[in-house]
């Protein structure tokens, strides 16, 4: 399928073709993580009572514990990770790859998308319906194990799926690299319909310019990450292996799916009321 990229991550989580990028605030700017049929998108007449627009938002603050103390070094706190010799770990998931965000991993009990529309005419039309077609049949591997909701205006959603390729990306010998996909994590406070609520904001950036079945197979990964799997399998079969087999993987595996149903399991305190009250000075949304 061609390689999907390479960047290099920061928190101890290797390498990845794609890279992953958890983007925040104070000391965690910059760090680096990172069948059903699809829904329709919801008609602009409607109110999606599940996916109701922001309100207000402002980055949030991480938890005391992952604070970097005043006058200290501005590394930014590694993301936490589990145990791979703890009670219960198995060989039928990748959980020791997972890593966490300081709030816990970053999951919703349901999931609003916006997609990026596809144009109806012109010299790219073809282009970008054919990059559509792609990302709904990945975005469809997902819709079959979790609550998902797709809507058409990108600030009723949490997770922004777009037609673009994503920057280059410097590595260690300060050579850049190329990507096909990225999955960026931004972890937000807002407001929606009057309450406040911690949330994952996620940009997924899948290029249009690979061949259909890859670029199916790096939505599917890419997904993966925006759903909460911050990490990687060792096995190819696998979406979220970390290197890619010789041949695209268009579904999730069975290991895919046990890592997924654990990882919901988990405590995390997105979705709840943040730690710290609003503050005033949160950026309202006309």
């Not at 249009?208 to 199916?216: F, G």
């Amino acid at each position: 399928m061609g390689a999907r990229g390479a960047g290099l991550l920061a928190a101890g989580l290797g390498h990845w073709a794609t890279g992953l990028t958890l983007l925040g605030a104070g000391p965690l700017a910059g760090l680096a993580a990172a069948a059903a049929p699809v829904l329709a998108p919801t008609p602009a007449t409607a109110d999606p009572p599940d996916c109701p627009k922001q309100e207000a938002v402002r980055p949030a603050t991480p938890p005391a514990s992952a604070r970097v103390p005043a006058g200290s070094a501005a590394d930014p706190p590694a993301i936490a990770a589990t145990d791979p010799s703890a009670p219960g770990s198995r060989s039928n998931d990748y959980r020791q790859a997972i890593r966490f965000t300081p709030w816990g991993p970053a999951l919703l009990p349901h999931w609003c998308v916006w997609i990026e529309p596809a144009s109806s005419a012109g010299p790219q039309a073809w282009l970008e319906t054919r990059w559509l077609s792609a990302v709904e049949q990945a975005l469809a591997s997902w819709t079959a194990l979790l609550p998902i909701t797709r809507v058409d205006e990108p600030e009723r959603a949490q997770l922004q799926l777009l037609r673009r390729r994503p920057p280059r990306r410097a590595e260690g010998s300060g050579r850049l690299r190329a990507s096909h996909g990225r999955a960026e994590l931004t972890v937000l406070e807002v407001e929606r319909q009057g309450s406040w609520r911690l949330e994952p904001s996620l940009r997924v950036l899948i290029s249009p310019d690979q061949r259909q079945e890859a670029i199916q197979a790096t939505a599917l990964h890419e997904l993966g990450h925006g759903f909460g799997l911050w990490g990687h399998s060792p096995d190819p079969g696998d979406a979220m292996a970390a290197v890619p087999g010789p041949r695209p993987v268009l579904q999730l595996s069975a290991r895919d799916r046990a890592t997924l149903d654990w990882l919901r399991r988990q405590p995390t305190r997105f979705g709840q009321w943040p730690a710290s009250p609003p503050a005033s000075g949160a950026d309202r949304r006309p």
